[in-house]
């Protein structure tokens, strides 16, 4: 499929997905004006600037560990081929960051649900999206860097582990710690709470004393 292709079906797919989003706003279908908005929103970006987006996220993360190189000896980082070079007692492996390696993917999930979440403001988006970038960035870091620990401790024979098992649950653990602070987090600390009462409960209670003097 050539570029002009992919364009012309984004462009469709937009103009539809545009309509669908009024739609929804005009009925007052909030569940599926939020769940629409964010699947819209990451698979155009995705299709449109996944390279872009990937290689930015791709050198942040390298230049990342670039500065933490210097505390450590176990791993060796080449911007210029996106390779992670891991040292080991037994053998050396490498580490190549492609786009699902460099946190672009989900730089793209929270950027869509923060667009759509309801009751933020233009401000307020706009900063969880910085910072929202910046934590996923060094959470990711965090996970590169687990990664090399482990293999550099253990060998080349705990790649698998150390990617699948180690990785995931870092990264996935500070992710989780993120969507709770900026989405659950919030809604908890902005939610009004009151007392139920009845309506005549402080006339009775002012009858009642006056019979009682």
């Not at 706003?25 to 872009?52: E, Y």
């Not at 060998?155 to 990264?171: E, L, T």
């Not at 996935?172 to 709470?193: E, K």
Request: some cysteine.
């Amino acid at each position: 499929m050539t570029n002009t292709q992919v364009l012309i079906i984004c462009g469709i797919f937009a103009v539809v997905w545009a309509y669908v989003l009024t739609v929804f706003k005009r009925k007052n279908m909030s569940a599926f004006w939020f769940i629409w908005g964010v699947m819209g929103a990451f698979s155009l970006t995705f299709i449109l600037f996944k390279d872009i987006l990937a290689e930015g996220c791709a050198k942040c993360l390298e230049y990342l560990l670039l500065g933490v190189q210097h505390f450590c000896t176990f791993y060796d980082v080449y911007p210029t081929y996106n390779i992670v070079f891991v040292n080991s007692k037994e053998s050396a492996i490498s580490l190549f960051i492609d786009y699902e390696c460099s946190g672009a993917i989900e730089v793209l999930v929270l950027m869509s649900i923060i667009l759509f979440f309801p009751k933020l403001s233009v401000l307020r988006r706009i900063i969880y999206i910085v910072l929202g970038f910046i934590y996923t960035m060094l959470a990711n870091g965090l996970r590169m860097f687990a990664i090399a620990f482990a293999i550099s401790k253990m060998g080349s024979r705990a790649y698998y582990m150390a990617h699948s098992v180690v990785g995931r649950i870092v990264f996935y653990i500070l992710t989780v710690l993120l969507y709770f602070y900026m989405f659950t987090w919030q809604q908890i600390r902005t939610q009004i709470t009151g007392r139920f009462a009845y309506g005549d409960s402080k006339q009775k209670s002012v009858e009642g004393k006056n019979t009682n003097g």
